[in-house]
């Protein structure tokens, strides 16, 4: 069965500070997709990045990184000195079948200023 | 490039009436997806299209709901006689079919509330 698991309900940090949200997964399939998405107040579910499970490479984007390790089933996430702008919430997410995703319950980030 | 939209944004009723959604996907997608979200969780799956074919349906999608998409373009979800249970947000999503998948992209959500 599939799951992600994102153990930190809830972050807060100090605009310009660095922070990091887990993730954990599992999965029997060998190939499948990871995601992370933002969730402002606004409601609307932002796309941030998508990895498929045959690139092991860590991806930069701006201010956010992330890092994936299939020894560990981890693909976190590190935003690089925080701006207000930033607080969310923010899902980890898994797709075995290029269809359905399964989201984690996500991590609510408050950037203080 | 407009994205995903969804109408109404906010729907208020009252336990046992009906009530349809209705979601717009980005124009080229062929793939349509609803979701739900409840308060303090991550969205969960409902059912999926790909063109006006409905593909696969969730187990939370009890005999009271229904979605359609008649002609491969938008799509509508039907919640017959709701229940407070059925408060929450409801996601639409669209993607391309292609191999190796693509992404999803989401709409702004309608969200229900049942009194």
């Known amino acids: 069965a599939q799951k992600v698991t994102q153990a930190q309900t809830e972050i807060s940090v100090v605009e310009k500070e660095d922070v990091t949200l887990d993730c954990v997964y599992e999965t029997r399939d060998t190939t499948y997709y990871l995601f992370w998405y933002k969730q402002p107040p606004s409601g609307e579910l932002v796309f941030l990045i998508r990895?498929?499970?045959?690139?092991?490479q860590n991806e930069i984007s701006g201010r956010y990184s992330w890092n994936f390790q299939k020894s560990t089933s981890s693909f976190n996430f590190t935003i690089t000195a925080s701006q207000v702008v930033d607080s969310a919430v923010y899902f980890c997410?898994?797709?075995?079948?290029?269809?359905?995703?399964?989201f984690g319950k996500g991590t609510r980030l408050h950037i203080l200023p | 490039d407009t994205g995903v939209s969804q109408d109404p944004r906010h729907k208020i009723t009252k336990r046992g009436q009906n009530v349809t959604f209705r979601c717009d996907p980005i124009s080229e997608h062929n793939r349509l997806y609803w979701y739900r979200q409840t308060l303090g969780q991550g969205p969960e799956f409902l059912t999926y299209?790909?063109?006006?074919?409905?593909?696969?349906k969730s187990r939370l999608l009890s005999d009271r709901f229904s979605a359609e998409r008649p002609k491969g373009s938008f799509s509508t979800l039907e919640i017959q006689r709701t229940e407070q249970g059925d408060s929450a947000m409801y996601l639409c999503?669209?993607?391309?079919?292609?191999?190796?998948?693509?992404?999803?992209?989401f709409g702004p959500g309608t969200r229900l509330l049942v009194l």
């Open positions: 997410a898994l797709s075995e079948t290029e269809d359905k995703i399964i």
């Open positions: 990895r498929n499970s045959f690139d092991e």
């Open positions: 299209f790909q063109n006006e074919a409905q593909l696969e």
């Open positions: 999503a669209s993607s391309l079919d292609r191999v190796g998948g693509e992404t999803q992209y």
